[in-house]
């Protein structure tokens, strides 16, 4: 199973799910792979901005060695499920969607919710990490049943 997580920057809230979903799929032998992108390209070839690294290294979730990498069309393909944040990922991933079976891989990680964007609140990254956790919890029991 290959998993792509995506935000707007991919180095605040995608690397944290990226981080978060690998560690659930090693502690629990799942054998996924993971991946993040996002949907803009300012940060592409940096490292996850310091205060996700930070919040997921006090959780046990090591990010610090993942890259930034724009999202792109040849993910429908590679990838069996896509998960992104917020509605404006959603809207901006979908554009890019060739046909049905591509735009049926795309979801909101959390089902209905949306991960807002902690870029400019320093105390937003912590729930945000408490957000994607629970997230990525269910998914890997909904995809676990199935
Ligand atoms: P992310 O947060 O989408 O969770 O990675 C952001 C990071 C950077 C920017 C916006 C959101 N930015 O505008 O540079």
Redesign the pocket.
């Known amino acids: 199973m290959k998993i792509l997580m995506v935000?707007?920057?991919?180095?605040?809230?995608?690397?944290?799910a990226e981080g978060i979903m690998q560690d659930l799929s090693d502690k629990n032998n799942l054998g996924w792979e993971i991946d993040s992108a996002?949907?803009?390209n300012?940060?592409v070839g940096q490292g996850?901005?310091r205060r996700?690294t930070r919040v997921a290294h006090e959780r046990g979730v090591p990010i610090g060695h993942q890259v930034?990498r724009q999202f792109r069309q040849s993910d429908f393909e590679e990838f069996d499920h896509i998960y992104v944040?917020?509605r404006n990922?959603l809207a901006d991933v979908l554009a890019m969607a060739p046909n049905k079976q591509a735009t049926d891989k795309v979801k909101l990680l959390l089902g209905s919710k949306e991960?807002p964007?902690?870029?400019?609140d320093d105390t937003q990254f912590a729930p945000?990490f408490d957000l994607i956790e629970d997230g990525c919890k269910k998914i890997v029991k909904e995809l676990r049943d199935n």
Request: hydrophobic share 25%; with cysteine; charged share 15%.
């Open positions: 935000c707007l920057g991919n180095i605040c809230r995608s690397p944290l996002g949907t803009g300012w940060h996850p901005d996700s930034c944040m917020d990922n991960v964007d902690p870029y400019y945000v």
